[in-house]
Nanobody, 122 residues
Framework: VQLQASGGGLVQAGGSLRLSCAASGRSFSGYTMGWFRQAPGKEREFVAAVSWSGANTLYETSVKGRFTISRDNAKSTVYLQMNSLKSEDTAVYYC????????????????WGQGTLVTVSS
C-alpha cells in the first residue's frame, strides 16, 4: 500500500491550499480516507475523514467550516481543501486509510503516507 501526499507549501494567513493524496497498491473499496497533521513539538492529531461513498465526513473542531475533505474513487485520491488558513495550521499533513467507516477519529487507521509540509505565515 502506498499513499502519496502532495500540495503542501508556504501560504500567507487567510490563504488557501489543496492537498492531495493518491493511493495505490490495492483496492480501496470500502475504505475510509483521512488526514492527520503534526505541528512542531506536538503530537499528531486528526484533521478530517471521509467514507468510501463520500456520504460521511468527520472534522476536527478547529477546522470545521474552513477545511473540506473529498475523494475521487476513480483516481483513488483524497483531497483536503484548506481555506482561511491560520498560523496554527502549520504542520506536516499525513493521509491515512482504514477499513469501513466509524465516527472514531483515532481508531483503526492501518496505512499511512509520507507527509507534506504546510507553512502558514502570519
Amino acid at each position: 500500500v502506498q499513499l502519496q501526499a502532495s500540495g503542501g507549501g508556504l501560504v500567507q494567513a487567510g490563504g488557501s491550499l489543496r492537498l492531495s493524496c493518491a493511493a495505490s497498491g490495492r483496492s480501496f473499496s470500502g475504505y475510509t480516507m483521512g488526514w492527520f497533521r503534526q505541528a512542531p513539538g506536538k503530537e499528531r492529531e486528526f484533521v478530517a475523514a471521509v467514507s468510501w461513498s463520500g456520504a460521511n465526513t468527520l472534522y476536527e473542531t478547529s477546522v470545521k467550516g474552513r477545511f473540506t475533505i473529498s475523494r475521487d474513487n476513480a483516481k483513488s485520491t483524497v483531497y483536503l481543501q484548506m481555506n482561511s488558513l491560520k498560523s496554527e495550521d502549520t504542520a506536516v499533513y499525513y493521509c491515512a486509510t482504514k477499513p469501513g467507516w466509524d465516527y472514531s477519529a483515532s481508531a483503526n487507521w492501518d496505512s499511512w503516507g509520507q507527509g507534506t509540509l504546510v507553512t502558514v505565515s502570519s
